[in-house]
């Protein structure tokens, strides 16, 4: 909401100076968007002459003119325009300048090789007329001892702009705002005058609102103004069109304008003999079509609410005219129409045809439906003032009558919600400075609320707005209180920040992307999810919920590989989406590990990135985070965006369902299809939800310490098995053989090749052999030995290598 | 007595020059081997008077001691210096580079969030979460914002089916919603979680994330609200005093509302958050609305409250100087680097919330 200072001292007297009321308007909620100097932008627009004009030498149209902008020298301006000749005095836009129309910047330029110091501009351009076929004319008499001043005047003018909130709908007219900040003391609301337009005789266009259901219009006032003369509007109306950043059109839309920026009261006029025989306000048929005035053609559903006459559609009933019987400056006969439209009406058909107006964004906020006659009786006097014409009587149509809503309102709640006190007499000051009407009673107050004011609707709405206008300052800042009524974290959650940082901790850097992603990259990832698009996206290649933390991972690391990056880990924590549902999603870390470790390092040998450095991250976080790894077990069994050969899923024990992670190389096709150029890639993923809460508090953990001092005894083997054996059947084999004795089983050497069959590898172990009971002696060793080599050979089928 | 007296200077100037292992050991057979002269002076000890005896052997053993730390001291030094010239020999250079270390790194997404975790622990409130698919009843409607309410134009919502039914949820208030149905008051919880809103530009992306607070119990005032987000900003700015307005706002689901401005001032181009005489937006609040409190089943007469959303990623630009919202969100390995914390710099009450 743009508007001049000037503007609002016609509705309010005030001695404030301007910062002040800046800084009032603020404390009440009405937010200052920006306080400017009118015309700061406008400043570099100077009358000037044309010298001398010449041919532009590369150019037929153009010409190069030597203008005089009251500088010691002329200034060479090239330009197109027709009219440019010697001694007409224009107006001159310097380098720097933001044209109007536009808003383009000019800039010192070279047009066909000869440089141009701005412009010679149009009224067009200068948004003061339609005029784009010439430079502007200035009247020799008024202009011609002002060469190098300003063109735009009132240079003292200030303009605010307000970013209104959706509740405040009275605050989209400069009558509202003042009526705020009179309220708030900052000065006093000028009442209007009553005016005595002469009226004569009925209003002869016959007006009816059909009884249709869910009629969008309740109220339609009218008035006929016959025999007027449309022109142009003059300079002051002008200039406050132009000052809010409109455009001046005919002084018909002018006053119609004005007075809906001055009381926010939305009119329309119609050439009254456009229209056929009578106005009908009735709800649209499907199919039916009109050209509105913003020259589109609008196909119309069912029961949206148009105002029509016995040929058809004439607009849509508060938000936008029809071309059909718009005014235009022959107009002899005008219909004005202050209507109440519905909110809700206006919403649902703006939405289903995407129109969005001035008059729309108004009435779907709520006009006060007592301003209709106000608004008439305004613009008609205006009108007939400017244009001349004769005023009929107002014809109010109506369906519903809008009396004023009440309100008890317990005094004591306000400082129940604000936690201060404010005296009756002041809350009731405030309360009737806003345009309530206030009856007291013993604790409460009889409150008939304005009709301007739709947002006030139950008790809390009065204390918002005492405490606006008494000034949220005076709320005091109490101390906060530290009692907690749960844990900060749930066990879930601390999860999630253990394993971030755990995995941080291992050289990851954590990433956020967004949770959408591309369905190209997404179908790579989704397996057997369900895809999940977005109606709207942003753009289409962002289309879909991404079903897997990698889709967005790749793509990010490919950025990154582009960059020169080589030897990259990345990992993200956060959702993916199994389906469309709330609720229907997953968290997930995903992490990926490109290139190679170790690149060129003085001291040890580099290596691609393998299988068994992401299974060691995924191991050691889920260790970390207090699983039993002794019980961990993995499965081959992995999504097919893994390599199938080297990648491997983990359960929490061997008789878990899910897996709780997956790691492996991501598969060649996938790295082809993204055209990801690496040595390696190798990732992993972890499943939060899957990852059982620990019932067991470490608190609860700790106090068992057991320990054996006896002598600890380490024995190797070497078994030659077929080469599909697993090395962590193997291992459980073994361990399982006597739980008590069997510390530890490290696996130090696979070997296949000379000496071994070709489908047989030999894995070598060291078994670390201990009693919590006793030393054991070689007789005990020899046994378990024994045992070991042949437990192992009649259950893996392995033989020992000798 | 002369002779010892004589033996003990000479092997003691002997041993004074610069002897090697072999010729140390040598004078040690000479003195105490089998024949050595201190053995055999010893050996002498048995013929000589009674009256004498007592004398000599005293001396003796004294001489003896003198040789025998000389000697011990001599062998020492020249094992220090064997060994020292071994390791002059053995030395690297020690400003060769270490073996390979990666330092991993926290999004500050994810640090902000634990401050602000951290902080709102200490005045007692608990974090909770909510999906980021919503429907249209816990994203709008419960919160006293029903379909035709002009505020859901200010919420771009990406809809994932053509009834609008379903939706990202554009903030994190329908955790509000789910909290309090679940549960019974008083309610004290913050939620910072992702949101979405189909807007793209320098300063907004299309996903952010947002802190919802709300703290409803019998008889919790506007002035609660303003020392909470005053203890906040605080503590979260790490700064001892900070200006900050309250000024009225409109959001459908409190009333009355406020949105809270900080001042700052622009030093060496960088945004200094406290004093100033700039005003800076930060966060929206206000008091629950009554409509709000009935959609889930709160008793408004008996319960009232405060709630309050602030943008995550905004509070960390502010306090890192990071100027690009979208960077946030693009993965670049050295904005990751540069941008991004140790992951054991956890934000506590008792360390500190940063470095």
Redesign the interface.
Known sequence: MKFTIGWLKEHLNTKKKDSELIERL????L?VESFENLNSDLDNFKVAKIINVQQHPNADRLRVCDVDIGQENNVKVVCGAPNAKKDLLTVYAGPGSIIPKNNMKLTISKIRGVTSYGMLCSESELNLSDESEGITELKIAKYSNKIGENFFKNKNEKVIDLSI????PDCLGLRGIARDLAAAGAGKLIKISKNNIKKHGTQKIKVSISKDKNQGCTVFGSCLIEGVTNKESPQWLKEKIVSIGQKPISAIVDITNYVMLDLNRPLHAYDADKIDKEIIVRNSKKGETFEALDNKEYKLDDDMCVISDKSGVLGLGGIIGGTRSGTEINTKNVLLESAYFI??SI??TSKLLNIDTDAKFRF??GIDPQSIELGLSKAAELISEICGGRISNFDIQKTDKYEKNKIKFKVSLFE?????KVNDNEIIKILIDLGFEVSKKKFELDLKIPTWRPDIT?S??V??EI??IKG??N????????????????KQ?KLF?FL?????????????????TDSKINNLFRENLKE???????SSD?DV?RNSIFT?LTF?LK??LD?G?KD???FEI??I?KD??????LTVIGAIKSGK??RL????KDRIVDVFDVKKDVIQTLAEAGYDKQSFFVREKTPSYYHPGKSGSIYLDKDELDPVAYFGEIHPNILKKLDIKTEGLVGFEIYMDYLRENKIKLKDLKPNFEYSDYQKSERDYAFVVDKNVKAQDLIEIISSIDKNLIRSIKIFDIYEGENIPQDKKSIALNVTIQSSEKTLEDSDLEKINKLIISTVETKSGAKIRS | MSDIKKIKDEYLNKLDSDLNLESVNQIKTELFGKNGQISNSFKSLGSLPTDERKKFASDLNSIKDELQDKINSKLHEIETREINSKLENEKVDVTLPEREFNQGKIHPVSQVIDEISSIFSEIGFSVEEGPDVENEYYNFTALNTPDNHPARDMHDTFYLNNNKELLLRTHTSPVQIRTMLNGKPPFKIIAPGRTYRSDSDQTHSPMFHQVEGLHIDKDTNMGHLKGCLNYFIKSFFEVDKIKMRFRPSHFPFTEPSAEVDIGYEIKNGKIVVGEGDKWLEILGCGMVHPNVLKNVKVNPDKYQGYAFGIGIDRLGMLKYGINDLRAFFETDYRWLNHFGFDPLDVPSNYRGLSR
């Open positions: 603020t404390d009440v909620g937010e909130t959706p509740n405040r909110p809700r919403r649902k779907e906020r129940k919600i604000t936690g201060f139950q809390i709405d204390v918002e405490v606006r949220y300052e709320i005091e800042t109490l101390e906060p209180e530290k009692t907690k009524i749960k844990d900060t974290l749930n959650q920040h971030q940082r755990s995995i941080a901790s291992k050289g990851y850097f954590e990433t956020v992307t967004w949770s959408f999940i698009k977005i109606v709207n996206p942003i962002l919920l967005n990010f950025k990154n960059r990056f990259i880990s990345l956060g959702p989406f469309s549902k709330p609720g229907e999603q470790i170790s390092n003085w001291n040890e």
